[in-house]
């Protein structure tokens, strides 16, 4: 039986990833799950453990679930280490919404300087969970949730020896529309993927092993829209899904309408709120609802959250390696070769074969020269990430920002650094 350790236990998704451990007992047996949280968050592990407690017990099974400020303890011995955390919480992403769009820049958890300024605060904390994984469950798989994922899974591929993988909800979530645009199950359709954490591209999309790209795509214009809970569905520009062919991830609208998603971005900030102060009202709701001592499962509103299908793509994760079943999962992974137009040592998102020896991508050569600068520029900017977050070199750090697409000159970019580095001193040791 499986050991399990939560780091960032106490977030609101910890439920989604108990009904997916739930729904695969009979197949992936675990023994514990330790649920591990820092000072700051021990009111909500408090909670969200209760309710992981009932959770368990509903539906009859035999797993404990123990609570943890202590990471040795949580991380000890595990077979499987799930990681996600929120370095400075809610409070820190919105600041990180908020400070580019000062400059007109947008403003966004993951993409662009909101995801550059959470790897940099994410990235000194990732290094100390890895000490611990290699000195206290050195076999143990590190599943990395933590946003930005792909840059998370690169700087611990790079400068760790622990053995990780990088997960997103978006693939599963693409394969997901395909599914409920053609009435099917989710398993009979097939995605060609290729590209980076929330940069990736269906590049083919079979069902039953009939191409239907084309097919799809003109849903996609014409009839049924794509995105996730936090993302605005802007309709796609018809001409531009023709040309491209492919099917974007709902990410891709910050690069391929920048302009209108900023506008959005402004209208909302002035009147809902950003994403991230949203987040934090729905979250209040949620946790009143986890108290509620009669609740024992999965409540359906925590579907007003971005994570959907989170549990899905995570324990099935977990299962393929557990149980070597070498089926076919689109995670984050060393590119080794796989997208002939990037280095070998930075992390992709593509499809792979799971089993007990990890991901192993499938080839994809080379891409189309219409996804392949923006594919490239973006990763440059990641490997300048994690090269800043690791040294703490302020240099580094302007080159990353400076080349970032979304970032329109270096003047701006030393704004937006500056404005950063001031706004998360206490989250940057390194710097
Ligand atoms: P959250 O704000 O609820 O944070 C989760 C927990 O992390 C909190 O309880 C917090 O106290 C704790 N935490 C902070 N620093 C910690 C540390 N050093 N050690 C242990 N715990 C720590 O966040 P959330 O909204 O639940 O999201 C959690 C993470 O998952 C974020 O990084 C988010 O971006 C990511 N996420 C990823 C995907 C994906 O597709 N990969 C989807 C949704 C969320
Ligand atoms: C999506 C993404 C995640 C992202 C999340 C945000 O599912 O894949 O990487 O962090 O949504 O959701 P939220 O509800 O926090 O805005
Ligand atoms: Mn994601």
């Known amino acids: 039986k499986y050991k399990i350790a939560v780091i960032g236990g106490g977030s609101s998704y910890t439920p989604e990833l108990i009904d997916g451990f739930i729904k695969k007992a009979p197949e992936l047996p675990v023994s514990d799950i330790y649920l591990e949280d820092i000072e700051q968050g021990k009111e909500k592990l408090e909670i969200v453990g ?25 991380i000890s011995g595990a077979d499987f280490v799930v990681s996600q955390f929120r370095v400075g919480g809610l409070d820190a992403r919105i600041r990180d919404e908020k400070i580019p769009l000062k400059y007109g820049v947008i403003g966004q958890e993951t993409t662009g300087p909101g995801g550059f300024a959470k790897a940099l605060r994410t990235i000194p904390v ?15 798989w590190l599943i990395n949730f933590t946003n930005p994922s792909g840059i998370i899974t690169e700087t611990v591929l790079n400068h760790t020896k622990v053995k990780a993988v990088g997960l997103c909800n ?3 979530n693409m394969i997901n529309y395909v599914a409920q645009v053609f009435e099917v199950e989710m398993e009979r359709v097939y995605i060609e993927f290729a590209g980076l954490n929330h940069l990736v591209w269906g590049q083919k999309i079979y069902l039953d092993g009939e191409d239907v790209t084309e097919k799809l795509l003109d849903i996609l214009i014409t009839g049924k829209n794509f995105t996730m809970k936090n993302i605005p569905d802007l309709i796609w520009d018809k001409d531009l899904i023709k040309s491209l062919g492919m099917l974007p991830c709902p990410y891709h609208r910050y690069y391929y309408m920048s302009d209108k998603m900023l506008e959005e971005e402004i209208k909302e900030a002035s009147s809902e709120g950003t994403r991230g102060e949203v987040v934090k009202n729905i979250e209040k709701e949620l946790f009143k609802l986890y ?33 070597n079943k070498k089926d076919i999962q689109t995670v984050n992974v060393r590119n080794n070769g796989t997208i002939l137009d990037l280095p070998e040592d930075v992390a992709i998102e593509t ?4 089993g007990k020896n990890g991901a192993s ?42 080349i970032h697409p979304l970032v329109p000159s270096a003047d701006v970019a030393k704004k937006i650094l500056d404005d950063i580095l001031r706004q998360n001193k206490e989250f ?4």
């Open 361 to 402: 991508p499938l080839t994809v050569g080379h891409v189309p020269a219409k996804i392949r600068g923006l594919m490239q520029a973006v990763k440059a900017y990641e490997q300048l990430t994690v090269e800043a977050g690791v040294k703490g070199d302020y240099y580094t750090a302007l080159q990353a920002l400076t």
């Open 126 to 140: 990732i290094m100390n969970i890895c000490k611990d994984i290699q000195r206290l469950a050195p076999s143990a």
């Open 170 to 172: 978006v693939p599963v």
């Open 351 to 354: 499809n792979c074969i799971i």
């Open 50 to 74: 209760a309710l992981a407690e009932r959770m368990v017990k509903k539906a009859g099974l035999d797993i404990n679930i123990h609570l943890t400020l202590n990471q040795e303890e949580a």
């Open 291 to 323: 108290k509620n001592p009669s609740l024992d499962i999965k409540p359906p509103e925590l579907e007003k959250r971005g994570g959907a299908l989170y549990s899905y793509a995570a324990c099935n994760l977990i299962d393929s390696i557990a149980n």
């Open 428 to 431: 940057l040791p390194q710097f």
